[in-house]
């Protein structure tokens, strides 16, 4: 499983690079939230989508507009990494939201699987529902997952297992928040690099992180 991590974060430290190519004048903005650049301002990142959630009901990203977007991508199957990702992001949106309430009803969360054969909206409802009970579970063809997972600049790829069903997936550790308009804003916390030599023992500061982020850039 250690080496399945390990190749997980190279991918999202792969895709980090080309997020952040051509941005690092943004990332010297002032830090005043009235004046401050999103880091990710400008980046074509994100687009249209045509999905289908946890109950079994279409969902475009049209349905989301006027909202902020936080997005990531991951798989229910998965057996560390997603798992703490979703638990840091949501208490960190639950934070917000109890900082905030309205401010943090402005916030659309949403999963989005890398592993459509396995994710259908019965195995997503459940998952989904352990983190946050506003989390949307977004799944498709594979066609649609490619799709969006690349406006996402976001790579995932199957790792075969000891059996066909019992497969990984390697994939991008990206979390987005996006505005109102669909458009990127920056990359939420996720890994402290301090915690980098004990893999898988999670950051406990991270929700807090999180929280001052989305007070920074949702308006």
Known sequence: MMNIAN??????????????????????ASSDTATATP?????????????????GKTVRDTDFAGKYRLVYFGYSYCPDICPVDLQKLMRGLAAFEKSDPARGAKIAPMFITVDPERDTPAALKPFVSRYHPRLIGLTGTPEQIAAVAKAYVVIYNKVPGSAPDRYLMAHSQLAFLMDPAGKPLALLPLDDPSTDADEGAPDEGAPDKVAADLAKWVK
């Open 39 to 55: 880091p990710l301002a400008g980046a074509k990142i994100g687009g249209p989508f045509t999905l289908t959630d946890q109950d």
């Open 7 to 28: 190749m997980g974060r190279k991918l999202a430290r792969s895709s980090l690079v080309l997020l952040m190519t051509g941005m690092l004048a943004a990332c010297n």
